[in-house]
């Protein structure tokens, strides 16, 4: 019911940064609590932040706070994900998440996500 389009992965150095963004359609975007997930090749999808339908409270991955930011714009329906610092570990697909509760999405039981936008570092 609804869809999400995440933008702005590319190939960085590293030290470098990257913004990338998810777009959302359908049902009421603020009626959702939005996060971001990643994947590499061989290893098992992990939680990177998620942020609550009001925007005012966030959760980061304990590894990744002070490096990543996440943010929401919902007169404009996205959220957003800076990266700052980034490391050749931090190469990934990531992907933007929706669901009900912000538990839902740390847990990685998000009922929407989208297709994922690739984040390459070189060392």
């Known amino acids: 019911q609804v869809q999400l389009v995440e933008s702005g992965g590319g190939l960085v150095q590293a030290g470098g940064s990257l913004r990338l963004s998810c777009a959302a359609s359908?049902?009421?975007?603020?009626?959702?609590?939005m996060g971001w997930f990643r994947q590499a090749p061989g290893r098992e999808r992990e939680f990177v932040a998620a942020?609550?339908?009001?925007?005012?409270?966030?959760n980061y991955a304990d590894s990744l706070k002070g490096r990543f930011t996440i943010s929401r714009d919902n007169a404009k329906n996205t959220v957003n994900l800076q990266m700052n610092s980034l490391k050749p570990e931090d190469t990934a697909v990531y992907y933007c998440?929706?669901?009900?509760?912000?538990?839902?999405?740390?847990?990685?039981?998000?009922?929407?996500w989208g297709q994922g936008t690739q984040v390459t570092v070189s060392s």
């Open positions: 998440a929706a669901a009900s509760t912000v538990v839902l999405v740390v847990q990685g039981r998000h009922q929407y």
């Open positions: 359908g049902r009421t975007f603020s009626s959702y609590a």
């Open positions: 942020i609550t339908r009001s925007g005012v409270i966030t």
